[in-house]
Structures are given as C-alpha cells and as structure tokens.
C-alpha cells in the first residue's frame, strides 16, 4: 500500500521526526535517572531540562517538515492517517518535556523507594518505541507482511502492560507511605502518571497502525 521506493522522501521525514522523538525520549531518561540518583538536587537537572526541551523542539520542527512533505500523490486516507500517526508520536516528545520542566518548576523528586521502579518504567516505555519505530518502517515496503502479521504490535501492547504493572505497584507503594503528606502522594502519583501516559500513547499509535492496516485490506 506504501511502497517505500515511491514514497521514499516522506519514508525519510517520517523516520526522521521518530528519531527526533526518541533523542527527546532518550533525553528524558537522562533526566529521570539524574532526579532518582543518591543526594539528587534541583539545580543540576535544570540543565538537563534544557536538553529534554531543546530536544522536544526539534522534533516539534521536523514533524511540520514532514507534514509539509505529504504533498504528494497519496490518497486522502494514507495522508490523514500518516499526519495522525506523526502527531501522535509528537505527543510524546511533548510528554517528555512535561515530566522535566514540571519536576523543576515544582523542585519534585520520587520518594526513594519508587527511584528504582521510575527507571523500569522508562527503559520499558523506550523499548517500546523502538518497537514503534520499526512497524512505522514497515509500513514502507512491507505493509503486506505487517498486515499478514502484525505480532510487533503485540509486543508494543505487552510492553504497555508491563508498564501498567510496575505502575499499579508504585500507586500502591506510594499511598502505604505514612511519612507523606495526602498532597506529596498525590504530586508523586501524578508525575507518575505523566510518565506512565507515554507508554499508553505508544500503544495507542499501535493501534493506529492497525486500524490503518485494516481499512486497506481488499
């Protein structure tokens, strides 16, 4: 359905505005595991904040080029649905620079306990997108052998559930502390969830890409 020969520029653009997501991703785990490191202080990581931004800003620039290159000879559909997959994945990088700048703003950290699990949580979710990245590939040149089987969207989905595993354990682990405050439970578990969003939005792409499978099955 998209030959990757014919199509190769916007093959290029796309691949090239996932990279740009997942330097910001990449960015993130940076942060994150500066914030979860022993005697953690605020003013290290605003540095490192830049870099998550800065990062999320040039992915922000190459998803306009690559919207900019769908004009050509593609179908209203495969149009919509490739500007839909990008703006999705853009909202990842977004969710990155979230997490860092708020954690900044708000001078939080996890409580110690969590540091660990915090960490699972990242280098899960970005396995995930690696996954992300090879099935947007394939839908250039090999759409028929991802519509015949499309077990690498499975395996972004048990990912996700990993994620939502050590995410229910964390909401548990957090609200049985007695040495916090309601509202210090309250701020962790919402950094958490930020952090836990970028997971379920890969899945959500993953979807996407099935859904957009279907549709062109003849």
């Given at each position: 359905?998209?030959?990757?020969?014919?199509?190769?520029?916007?093959?290029?653009?796309i691949m090239?505005?996932?990279?740009?997501?997942?330097?910001?991703?990449?960015?993130?785990?940076?942060?994150?595991?500066?914030?979860?490191?022993?005697?953690?202080?605020?003013?290290?990581?605003?540095?490192?904040?830049?870099?998550?931004?800065?990062?999320?800003h040039i992915?922000?620039?190459?998803?306009?080029?690559?919207?900019?290159?769908?004009?050509?000879?593609?179908?209203?559909?495969?149009?919509?649905?490739?500007?839909?997959?990008?703006?999705?994945?853009?909202?990842?990088?977004?969710?990155?620079?979230?997490?860092?700048?708020?954690?900044?703003?708000?001078r939080f950290?996890?409580?110690?306990?969590?540091?660990?699990?915090?960490?699972?949580?990242?280098?899960?979710?970005?396995?995930?997108?690696?996954?992300?990245?090879?099935?947007?590939?394939?839908?250039?040149?090999?759409?028929?052998?991802?519509?015949?089987?499309?077990?690498?969207?499975?395996?972004?989905?048990?990912?996700?559930?990993?994620?939502?595993?050590?995410?229910?354990?964390?909401?548990?682990?957090?609200?049985?502390?007695?040495?916090?405050?309601?509202?210090?439970?309250?701020?962790?578990?919402?950094?958490?969830?930020?952090?836990?969003?970028?997971?379920?939005?890969?899945?959500?792409?993953?979807?996407?890409?099935?859904?957009?499978?279907?549709?062109?099955?003849?």
């Amino acid at each position: 359905m998209l030959n990757k020969n014919k199509n190769n520029d916007i093959h290029g653009l796309i691949m090239d505005q996932l990279a740009d997501v997942e330097n910001t991703l990449v960015a993130l785990e940076g942060f994150i595991a500066a914030a979860t490191a022993e005697g953690a202080t605020v003013e290290p990581l605003r540095a490192l904040c830049k870099t998550v931004r800065e990062k999320e800003h040039i992915a922000d620039v190459s998803l306009r080029t690559m919207i900019e290159g769908l004009d050509g000879p593609f179908l209203p559909s495969t149009r919509s649905d490739l500007i839909s997959i990008a703006t999705s994945c853009d909202k990842i990088a977004n969710k990155c620079e979230d997490v860092a700048k708020l954690m900044v703003y708000q001078r939080f950290f996890f409580p110690a306990d969590c540091n660990a699990s915090i960490l699972e949580i990242v280098d899960i979710t970005k396995k995930q997108f690696e996954l992300l990245k090879s099935a947007v590939s394939q839908l250039f040149g090999k759409f028929n052998t991802l519509l015949k089987n499309h077990a690498i969207l499975d395996d972004i989905r048990g990912l996700e559930s990993q994620v939502d595993s050590v995410e229910e354990t964390v909401y548990q682990q957090i609200f049985d502390m007695e040495s916090l405050a309601l509202s210090q439970k309250l701020q962790a578990v919402s950094f958490l969830d930020i952090i836990c969003d970028i997971s379920d939005i890969i899945e959500n792409i993953a979807d996407q890409i099935q859904i957009m499978l279907i549709n062109r099955v003849v």
